[in-house]
């Protein structure tokens, strides 16, 4: 069994790499018979439901895994994220809290949970979320883009630029996050900094046309 359960992990992985999420769905419920006890097997597939927008199947999954291992803090954090695309922000944060009493130093669900109680239009206990997560993560370019964004959103610019540009520092070539620190920009009128990060987006990323259209208009602006 042991030799089995390596080669399925090896098989789904590659799926999932190559973006074929069905088919490795297909390759797991196959065998689900044969592990339908395992805590890792099942929170897998609800994974992998999770990464095709079928929340519903993947809460369903992920419910099966924590009733398995009532200690399984990562099915919890998985839970917690189906949830929030579902909109049922409250269960999503009784989740991804739980994640985090049973294991402290889990920075994802820390940065989950940021995400929910931003929803939940609580900005200071998602930025206290958000920065233990950075605390516990040092290198968590999401974390830093996230509570960017969330201090964006509250006016903190030099702030947020602060937490792009350490994002970017972790992942220079991550175009989404260009994006970001060019709002930043173009909200203190720095526009020529603006287009610069917004060029950046669209090399990495040529397919976004709101960036062109800010682009545009950056650069009509300056003209005037």
């Known amino acids: 069994m042991l030799k089995w359960w390596v080669e399925w992990i090896e098989e789904v992985k590659r799926l999932e ?47 099966r895994a924590v009733s398995l291992n009532p200690q399984f803090a990562v099915a919890y954090n998985n839970l917690g994220h189906a949830y929030e695309n ?38 200071k206990s998602a930025e206290e979320a958000y920065r233990k997560a950075i605390e516990l993560k040092s290198d ?6 996230n509570l960017g964004t969330l201090l964006y959103s509250t006016g903190q610019y030099r702030e947020a630029e602060k937490c792009f540009k350490e994002a970017l520092k972790i ?13 930043v920009y173009y909200a203190m009128n720095e526009k020529k900094r603006a287009i610069k990060e ?14 062109k ?12």
Not at 25 to 40: G, S, T, V
Not at 47 to 59: A, D, E, P, T, V
Not at 98 to 111: F, S, T
Request: hydrophobic share 35%; proline share 5%; with cysteine.
């Open 171 to 183: 992942n220079p070539e991550n175009p989404f996050t260009h994006y970001n620190l060019g709002m």
């Open 17 to 63: 790499k190559e973006g074929r999420f069905r088919e490795a769905i297909r390759f797991l419920e196959k065998n689900l018979h044969k592990f339908k006890k395992n805590c890792e097997f099942v929170n897998y597939l609800g994974r992998l439901y999770l990464r095709i927008g079928k929340y519903k199947k993947s809460i369903k999954f992920f419910k």
């Open 140 to 145: 968590f370019d999401l974390a830093y883009n």
């Open 86 to 123: 579902l909109g049922k922000l409250e269960l999503a944060r009784e989740s991804c809290e739980k994640a985090i009493q049973l294991n402290p130093e889990y920075a994802e669900a820390y940065n989950n949970l940021g995400n929910i109680l931003s929803e939940l239009n609580l900005p």
């Open 213 to 224: 259209e800010l682009l545009q208009k950056a650069k009509s602006e300056l003209e005037e």
């Open 198 to 211: 917004w060029e950046k987006s669209l090399q990495l990323s040529p397919h976004q046309p709101k960036v």
